[in-house]
Nanobody, 125 residues
Framework: QVQLVESGGGLVQPGGSLRLSCAAS????????IAWFRQAPGKEREGVSC????????YYADSVKGRFTISRDNDKSTVYLQMNSLKPEDTAVYYC??????????????????WGQGTQVTVSS
């Protein structure tokens, strides 16, 4: 059974850090780009970051550039999102998704085949 399972979300104060993990099972993560999306209440889903299949290329939305770092460990079938200097506007449900392709593309939802169930990140004092 194919699964992507996110973990690491929670409540953190502004300026704090969290590391999200996305663990894959049932398929080989090695061949696909992996992205993180987020969706806040009342807002559209936003592509936050993406990493190519071998990790050589990464993408960050302007809103998180310089604060978030995406990485992957294909041996562990896991992708990470290190989030530093968190702001209240980062509050959202964060989803990881596996692309059909090795590269990140345009981060359109239809480019991604498998999705996790999401993990809540809340940034609040």
């Amino acid at each position: 059974q194919v699964q992507l399972v996110e973990s690491g979300g929670g409540l953190v104060q502004p300026g704090g850090s969290l590391r999200l993990s996305c663990a894959a099972s049932g398929f080989s993560l090695d061949y696909y780009a992996i992205a993180w999306f987020r969706q806040a209440p009342g807002k559209e889903r936003e592509g936050v970051s993406c990493i190519s299949s071998r990790g050589g290329t990464t993408y960050y939305a302007d809103s998180v550039k310089g604060r978030f770092t995406i990485s992957r460990d294909n041996d562990k079938s896991t992708v990470y999102l290190q989030m530093n200097s968190l702001k209240p506007e980062d509050t959202a449900v964060y989803y990881c998704a596996s692309s059909y392709y090795r590269s990140c593309g345009r981060l359109w939802a239809n480019e991604f085949r498998y999705w996790g169930q999401g993990t809540q990140v809340t940034v609040s004092s």
